[in-house]
C-alpha cells in the first residue's frame, strides 16, 4: 500500500512520551473553563487567547518565558471535572493522530489549594486517562512531576506518584527552570520513587550544560532524558547515553520556542540519530507550541534530512523507550513492524538489531 508521507505519517502508530497535560488544553476548553469557574483570562476569546499562550506569538524566546504562557494556560485547573477533561481531551487529541502510547505529565502540588486536596487531582486526571484508553486504541500513563524550585514539594509528589505506583502512575520527572537547580538537590527527594522501582525521567540539557545530564543521571539514576540539548557538547556523554540505551525525549519545536535550540537546521537530534541513541519524538506542550507528534515528524522530513526509514526507527524508539511492562511493549513493536512491513518497501525497513 503506498501512502504519501503526511498520509503515512498520520497513520503511524506513534508514542508521545513528553507531553504536560497544563500546556496541552485546547484553547476552546481554556476559554469554556475559565467562563465556568469564574478565572480571569487575559483575552475572552480564542484568537486573543492564543496570541498569549501560543508561544510563536509572543515576542521573547526563553524557557522562563515558556512556562509563563504555560501558567495561564494551567490557571483554569481549578477543578476536579477540569483535570478530567483536560485529560480526557488529550486522549482524544492523541488518539485522533494515532498515538497508540500517551505519557501524560503533571506536577500535582502545583494545583492544590484549599478545597481541593493532592489526592482529588490525582484522581480526577487518573480518571479522564483511563476514560480516555478505555475509548479509544491508546495506552496512557501518568508521569507525577516534581518542581524544581522546590524540593520539600518535590519530596511531597514523589510520595504521592508512589502512593499511585500500579494504578496508573507509571513514572516520575523533574520540571519547570532548570538553571540553578541542579538534580543533586533532589537525590533525597526522590528516594521513595527508586526504592520503589518506579522509572525516573529528568528534564535535563534543556537550558543548563551537560553536568545537569550527568547529575540525571548519577544522582537520580533516570532512565529517560527530557530535552538533553546539551548533550551535544559532550562525545563521552553521548557514547554513555548510546551505550546505556537511555532514551532522549527530543521536542523540536519547544526547543526552538524556548531559544535552547536556535534554528531547526541546527538541532542535535540529526547527531543523536546518526550516532545510534535511542532517541524518540514528542510534543512537550501541545498547545503552547502549536504541535502534534505528526507534525514534528514531518519537520524531521522537511527540515533535517529525515526519510521514512528514520521515521520507522524513532518510532520504535518511542516504544522501547515508554514506561510500561516489556511484554507489551514487544506485542506493540510486534504489530507495528507487520503494519511498517505493509506499508514500506523491504529496503525501507531497516533491520534495528539495537536492544
Ligand atoms: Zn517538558
Known sequence: MALDIPDWLHHMPKTDLHCHLGGS??????????????IKLPADNIDGLRQHIVYKNRPRKSLADYLDAIKICESVLTTPDAFYRA?????????????EILEVRFGPTNYERPGLPLYTIMESVLA????????YPL?????VCGIRTDIQKTAEAAELAVNYQGSGVVGFDIAGKENGYRPHLFEKAVKPVLHNFLPITVHAGEEDSVASIAEALIYLNARRIGHGVSLRESPKALEYMDNARIAIESCIT???????????STHPIRTYYQDGLRVCINTDNRTISDTTVTKEYMLLIEHLGFQQKDIYTLAKHGIKAAFMESKRQRSLLNTFDTWAR???EPEQLERDNRL
Not at 485529560?87 to 498515538?99: F, S
Not at 495506552?139 to 508521569?143: D, E, F, K, M, N
Open 342 to 344: 505493509a506499508t514500506l
Open 87 to 99: 485529560a480526557y481531551e488529550l486522549c482524544q487529541d492523541a488518539a485522533a493522530e494515532n498515538v
Open 139 to 143: 495506552h496512557t500513563g501518568l508521569i
Open 25 to 38: 488544553i485546547r484553547p476552546q476548553t481554556i476559554l469554556e473553563l475559565a467562563s465556568q469557574n469564574g
Open 128 to 135: 479522564g486517562l483511563e476514560a480516555g484508553s478505555r475509548d
Open 254 to 264: 519547544s526547543n526552538i520556542d524556548t531559544g535552547s535550540v536556535q534554528t531547526l
